[in-house]
């Protein structure tokens, strides 16, 4: 490491223990600070980390977790970002606070998709992992082509690098590579032939343009596709779960290379997200008892179906950001069997998005036919989402556009459990409030 590099990363160490001591934080700004005095500081870690990136619209955090504790049964350190901080500064941030190796770590870093590109500059992975390409912050990434782009970008820079992909994914499969490649995706069910609905991303053939085909679909463009016009099909997959055994609110139970596994989390979509750090797993020679035994760890993710206990509440805290993840969270909490009241915290900043535009795809009509007995809207955005709600025939109980007073409005909700849908700044100034009044360890680290 040169003097540059070593100055830099000492004023970083420095700014993020003052941060993190007396305000409970730093997980950004002393990558800033870095970055600032030597802009190429990344490259001084390329000799001391094997990298996996982690990459994608949704399911980044998680499929990062996952594989963390994945990689962890095999691997006794493994280097990770468990905030979630993916761009360039919160990456600098995870090498520069880490205890040194003494031999060479392994890293699996969850990158935004247009830091793709600057990470590689730098350091050439050994694997991408790329969990699926939706509509996400049109403001900042544009259509799901674009964002692909910007991957490929970063991509292009490691042709030797293996990448493990949605094979689920259609546009995965559109661009020749030279990387190995491994798919994962869904084989459960008994083929058909089926159409997603008209307002789906990547409805057409890449090749010809006609409507795509589906010999089964689990959610949005997702699932076997083909094009009955020019033959464009689903790649053969390497991983695939085979059954679906039990899905609930909190859990899913599913069968993968005959083996079944559960994972204490719910939601269709994030088998997804476990199949990724399964196929991680295997790529890096971790047994499948060994996967098994990772999965069934209890341990939440932030922000990812967070468990909150507040006084005789349980809160169940979701981030969430476009359509295709509010569907599938609404679908997910509609499997619960008890009551329970519901709220959505909406904010636009950078970091959500400033276009709240995505809301209006959200199903929110589901919501009317489950008898749920108390709703609240609040964050910046309320007057958004009240909007949005109203025009879905849901009667509003209360809005709170003060974050802080959230905690209070919790307590008066009339079910033990409630689910708090929140975009990503409104999950970060819960996740303090909550912290400052002792309900989690933690609120912004």
């Known amino acids: ?17 003052f941060l993190h001591k007396f305000f409970n934080g730093g997980s950004s700004l002393p990558g800033k600070i870095t970055l600032k005095l030597d802009p190429n500081i990344l490259q001084a870690f390329s000799q001391k980390y094997d990298l996996v990136i982690v990459t994608g619209t949704n399911g980044k955090t998680l499929t990062t ?14 280097l990770t970002n468990p905030t979630g901080s993916n761009m360039a500064q919160g990456i600098v941030t995870t090498f520069i606070t880490a205890p040194r190796p003494k031999h060479k770590g392994l890293a699996v870093l969850e990158v935004d998709e ?32 674009t964002t692909y782009d910007k991957i490929l970008a970063g991509i292009k820079l490691a042709p030797q690098a293996t990448i493990i992909t949605n094979g689920d994914e259609q546009i995965f499969n559109t661009k020749s590579l030279p990387n190995p490649t491994i798919y994962y995706g869904f084989d459960h069910t008994e083929k058909g032939d089926y159409m997603a609905p008209a307002n789906t991303d990547g409805l057409l053939c890449p090749k010809c343009q006609h409507i795509l085909h589906y010999h089964l679909r689990t959610y949005a463009n997702l699932g076997d596709y083909f094009c009955p016009h020019c033959g464009f099909a689903r790649p053969q997959l390497t991983y695939a779960v085979t059954k679906l055994t039990e899905l609930t609110p909190t859990s899913s139970t599913f069968e993968l290379d005959g083996q079944e596994y559960r994972i204490g989390i719910g939601g269709l979509y994030n088998i997804y997200n476990a199949l990724a750090a399964y196929a991680l797993g295997r790529f890096l020679g971790v047994e499948q008892a060994q996967i098994k035994h990772a999965f069934e760890s209890d341990e939440r993710v932030f922000g990812r179906q967070e468990m909150i206990k507040v006084a005789d509440k349980e809160v169940t805290l979701i981030l969430v950001k476009n359509p295709v993840g509010l569907n599938q969270v609404l679908d997910m909490i509609l499997t619960d069997p008890e009551p329970f009241s ?12 400033i276009d709240t535009s995505w809301i209006w795809d959200g199903q929110f009509e589901k919501l009317k ?3 749920i007995p108390y709703f609240m809207t609040g964050g910046e955005r309320y007057k958004d989402i009240t909007t949005r709600l109203t025009m879905a025939g849901i009667e509003l109980n209360t809005h709170e556009p003060d974050l802080t007073k959230v905690i209070d409005d919790i307590k008066q909700m009339p079910t033990r459990h409630v689910y708090l849908l929140a975009t990503y700044t409104a999950v970060l100034q819960l996740r303090k409030e909550l912290a400052d009044h002792g309900y989690i360890k933690g609120g912004m680290d």
């Open 369 to 371: 036919d489950h008898a």
């Open 65 to 78: 977790a996952l594989s963390v504790r994945v990689l962890k049964e095999k691997y006794p350190q493994v």
């Open 342 to 353: 519901f709220g959505f915290l909406l904010n636009a900043n950078y970091a959500d998005g």
């Open 1 to 17: 490491m040169s003097l540059k590099s070593s100055i830099a990363e000492a004023a970083g160490r420095s700014s993020y223990w």
């Open 114 to 145: 247009a830091n793709v590109v600057r990470v590689c500059q730098y350091i050439t992975p050994i694997a991408f992992v790329i969990t699926n390409l939706f509509r996400d912050q049109m403001d900042r990434y544009g259509e799901i082509y």
